[in-house]
């Protein structure tokens, strides 16, 4: 059983930045679609950024020009560069690494929690 672990959250300043990691557990086929999720309280599940295989990325318009996604597939990792963080950005972040085409398979992290308060 494949699992990602998440590291790099924490209580941030407003304007301040934080670089999320996600790292599988053991080597994965072929992802295709690797992404970030949040979700803050009482607020629906939304995603963040992805990036696909080719490197095509992909960032949700309240998270354009301050987020970066990237990856890194030989150590079946996916980081999130957190910049001018604003205190809508606080919830538990989730990564998700997925492969729709045979064998599929969607793995998920356990969250990890983003504050940002002054």
């Known amino acids: 059983q494949v699992q990602l672990v998440e590291s790099g959250g924490g209580l941030v300043h407003p304007g301040g930045s934080l670089r999320l990691s996600c790292e599988a557990s053991?080597?994965?086929?072929?992802?295709?679609?690797m992404g970030w999720y949040r979700q803050a309280p009482g607020k629906q599940h939304e995603l963040v950024a992805i990036?696909?295989?080719?490197?095509?990325?992909n960032y949700a318009d309240s998270v354009k020009g301050r987020f970066t996604i990237s990856s890194e597939n030989t150590r079946n990792a996916v980081y999130l560069q957190m910049n001018s963080l604003k205190p809508e950005d606080a919830a538990v972040y989730y990564c998700?690494?997925?492969?729709?085409?045979?064998?599929?398979?969607?793995?998920w992290g356990q969250g990890t929690q983003v504050t940002v308060s002054s």
């Open positions: 998700d690494i997925q492969k729709i085409t045979w064998p599929p398979y969607d793995y």
């Open positions: 990036i696909v295989s080719g490197g095509n990325t």
């Open positions: 053991r080597s994965i086929l072929n992802p295709a679609v």
